[in-house]
T-cell receptor, first 114, second 108 residues
């Protein structure tokens, strides 16, 4: 009964490959997010989706694309992986109630690009 | 480009109160103060938030100064499991920007 789940937990791949990370939330939340935590441990928001609309898009390379098949899922697709993409990626969700809501985070996916 | 300033690290004795300060001198009137923590490499965990008034929940208390330029998170009886990085964030809507946080180490 995990609230926010991500798969895989670890992902090791070669430069140039295309990969996806899946995220699912069973909280019935309206908004989902992707964050990146780099080797220096800084957490930065990448995307958020509300009712299948992208509402925040930070300066992220267009090799990264979020895809939401339904309200409970927000998957992260990464094309042409680069060494600098190595990081821990966290998915999160929150309920859109007109004021800032608590964000629930998943356990993270550690991506290593060789 | 976080809008908060926190000490990089703090120590606290087990069983004692941990007081974590945060400066947010440029906070706007509609921005909330949020606290999250990250234990080891787990996903961040929500602790508490407030706008103007002091707040308390089962995890912690949040004291916000009258001018709202700073706040303090209080863990009343710190345990070893409270060792984590604590993030103070000011936000409106969904734009949540994490800074470097304070690494709190609770010692036996």
């Amino acid at each position: 009964d995990t609230a926010v789940s991500q798969t895989p937990k670890y992902l090791v791949t070669q430069m140039g490959n295309d990969k996806s990370i899946k995220c699912e939330q069973n909280l019935g939340h309206d908004t989902m997010y992707w964050y990146k935590q780099d080797s220096k441990k800084f957490l930065k928001i990448m995307f958020s989706y509300n009712n299948k609309e992208l509402i925040i898009n930070e300066t992220v390379p267009n090799r990264f694309s979020p895809k939401s098949p339904d309200k409970a899922h927000l998957n992260l697709h990464i094309n042409s992986l680069e060494l600098g993409d190595s990081a821990v990626y966290f998915c999160a969700s929150s309920q859109d109630s007109g004021t800032p809501g608590e964000q629930f985070f998943g356990p993270g996916t550690r991506l290593t690009v060789l | 480009d976080a809008k908060t300033t926190q000490p990089p690290s703090m120590d606290c004795a087990e069983g004692r109160a941990a007081n974590l300060p945060c400066n947010h001198s440029t906070i706007s009137g509609n921005e909330y103060v949020y606290w999250y923590r990250q234990i080891h490499s787990q996903g961040p965990q929500y602790i508490i938030h407030g706008l103007k008034n002091n707040e308390t929940n089962e995890m912690a208390s949040l004291i916000i100064t009258e001018d709202r330029k700073s706040s303090t998170l209080i863990l009343p009886h710190a345990t070893l499991r409270d060792t984590a990085v604590y993030y103070c964030i000011v936000r409106v809507y969904d734009d949540m920007r994490f800074g470097a946080g304070t690494r709190l180490t609770v010692k036996p």
